[in-house]
């Protein structure tokens, strides 16, 4: 006789009942089990494909585990391919499908509270299976009476008390951060947590969605390749959001559009036009920019579909950005400089010269060609050189549209690994320019725009570049000659894991002594963790030993 399969345990972050003292302990276990995990990779390295898998499968079924907070982050890094190991990357791609969806009975009971009518007399028909599970809500389809097919976002049962333990964990956590570890007050780590949790609130309010979707349609009124869908007033609540059923390919799923005959390259030029529109004309933007919030149409149009988490810019701030933007067009190192400064990103210190060695190099090597990250590696001492001065820091706003850019930059990668930035962005620079800007903002990017056509008129040969720059380099300085002692570098390694060994030597006979006189009180556990803990540090030092071995063999023969 088939038995009837029992329903998956909620998680924790799930059920209704769950104090501020077991979320506590359950983000604080979480983070001392990564930190765990980080020590033990660096101490015994194991690069295989199948112990980075199982990480990366521990980091999303803790995440999962953890709840929407931390799902989120999850998916935030999930685009970024250039930075994290391809295990990592695919295992948190999954975040998008994996988060696990709640009862068709609990959302139907939601929908019919908040709307207080009956399901059937709301829609003509509702599928009880969701489209989709997201951290905040799930999606299911329904047709009205009307005829129209319409999408019905459900918020999770629970989801603000969830929010509001995670605030007062997370809250305590930066308090001992800020009180234990000075050196964290100066990236202004409690501004970044009011702004994101003030931002994680409003999406949890579908009112404030609605607004910011018809506000963001208004922005794009006239783009036709821009779509969003209409909302439905009628049937919205502060946790029940009905908006137009809009179907459309996954931004990132490069087969299928390719097989649709959409070009990639197309729709990543349209993404990035369409972004920069948002941060330098409208000052409004999508700050969640994931491959679940995109899709494109049959047509190759662009499809927004969640206006949840928007962020939005001061004045100042976009005449800041587009300062920078047309700065980094012109590799103007010196103007960028001042715009960072000016947006706060950067600290002015006594010696700058490591920055502006940095962004020169990125302006030289990566404005007009696609970024490789691991070229960073040239520039390894200048790079040491500007953390070892600790000048940059992060603004709360700046953290969110660099969340947004990365994100979209993730899914610009993936669609054309080759792809470059600035030629993307052609088609939004020549709008601007032929426009003739009312208004001050309009008019300061029009002004940017032909003062960048003009530049690269003006434009100087490669040659005449070459040598400017040699002799910018000279007057500034910062040509070096280095010279390396090979030999000293072998002997200083060796005497550090000489060091290392002796105090690993230490500690395996200190264990060993204190179970030995363990065993003489009797304290026989206390004395078998001494002794496990003298086996553990034991094997840690032969390790040294023979690495110490190997590498007095290996340098005496180079001495040959």
């Known amino acids: 006789m088939l038995k009837k399969s029992a329903a998956p345990r909620p998680l924790r972050w799930q059920r209704s009942k769950y104090s501020l003292l077991a979320r506590q302990r359950d983000i ?3 983070a001392a089990e990564w930190m765990f995990y980080l020590w033990w990779d660096s101490t015994f390295p194991n690069n295989s494909p199948d112990h980075k898998n199982r990480r990366a499968q521990w980091l999303v079924e803790t995440l999962l585990r953890l709840g929407p907070t931390f799902i989120k982050i999850g998916q935030a890094l999930s685009t970024r391919a250039d930075l994290l190991p391809l295990e990592y990357v695919e295992a948190l791609a999954k975040l998008q499908d994996k988060v696990p969806p709640f009862s068709a009975e609990e959302a139907i009971a939601l929908i019919e509270s908040e709307l207080s009518n009956s399901l059937y007399a709301l829609y003509r028909d509702f599928e009880r299976f969701p489209l989709a599970a997201a951290s905040l809500g799930q999606v299911h389809k329904a047709r009205l009476h009307t005829g129209e097919d319409v999408v019905i976002k459900v918020q999770r049962p629970g989801l603000e008390n969830l929010f509001k333990l995670d605030f007062q964990a997370l809250g305590k956590l930066l308090r001992f951060c800020n ?3 000075p050196w964290t007050r100066k990236y202004e780590l409690e501004a970044i947590y009011n702004e994101f949790f003030n ?3 409003q999406e949890i309010d579908y009112i404030q969605e609605g607004k910011n979707t018809e506000r963001f349609a208004a922005n794009f009124n006239g783009y036709p390749r821009i779509i969003v869908p209409k909302v439905y007033w009628r049937y919205t609540t502060t946790k029940i959001f009905t908006a137009e059923y809009l179907p459309g390919i996954k931004v990132n799923d490069r087969q299928t559009l390719e097989a649709c005959g959409i070009d990639p390259k197309q729709v990543n ?3 990035i036009c369409c972004y920069l529109k948002q941060l330098l004309l409208d000052g409004f933007f999508q700050a969640d920019p994931h491959p679940g919030n995109m899709a494109v149409s049959q047509d190759g149009s662009l499809i927004f579909y969640d206006f949840g988490m928007m962020a939005e810019m001061k004045a100042i701030a976009k005449d800041q950005m587009i300062r920078t933007f047309f700065a980094v067009l012109k590799k103007d190192t010196e103007e960028v400089l001042d715009t960072l400064i000016d947006m706060g990103l950067i600290v002015p210190v006594s010696d700058m010269t490591p920055v502006r060695r940095l962004l020169t190099f990125i302006l030289d090597q990566f404005t007009e060609k696609p970024l490789d990250i691991k070229a960073f590696s040239k520039m390894t001492s200048e790079v040491y050189a500007m953390f070892e001065q ?5 603004p709360a706003q700046m953290t969110f549209i660099l969340k947004a850019l990365t994100t979209l930059d993730g899914i610009a990668r993936t669609l054309d690994p080759q792809y470059n930035p600035v030629a993307c962005a052609q088609p939004f620079i020549k ?4 426009s003739q800007g009312k208004g001050n903002l309009i008019g300061e ?9 003009k530049y690269k008129w003006k434009q100087p040969s490669a040659t005449e570049l070459l040598i400017r720059r040699l002799e910018e380099r000279i007057e500034r300085g910062e040509l070096e000659l280095r010279v390396r002692n090979i030999e000293s570098d072998r002997t200083l390694k060796r005497i550090s894991l000489a060091i290392k060994s002796l105090i690993y030597a230490c500690i395996s006979g200190c264990s060993l002594l204190a179970g030995a006189l363990l065993l003489t009180v009797p304290s026989y556990n206390w004395a078998i963790a001494a002794f496990t803990l003298a086996g553990l540090w034991f094997l840690i030092l032969l390790r040294a030993l023979i690495t110490l071995s190997i590498k007095e063999k290996l340098d005496k023969l180079a001495e040959k």
């Not at 600790?390 to 992060?394: E, H, K, T, V």
């Not at 709008?431 to 032929?434: A, D, N, Q």
């Open 390 to 394: 600790q000048p940059f820091r992060l």
């Open 269 to 271: 030029q349209l993404g």
């Open 179 to 181: 009180r234990y570890l």
């Open 445 to 453: 990017l029009a002004r940017q725009a032909r003062d960048f056509v």
């Open 431 to 434: 709008s601007i320019t032929v």
């Open 28 to 30: 604080f276990t979480a």
């Open 199 to 201: 931002l994680l609130y």
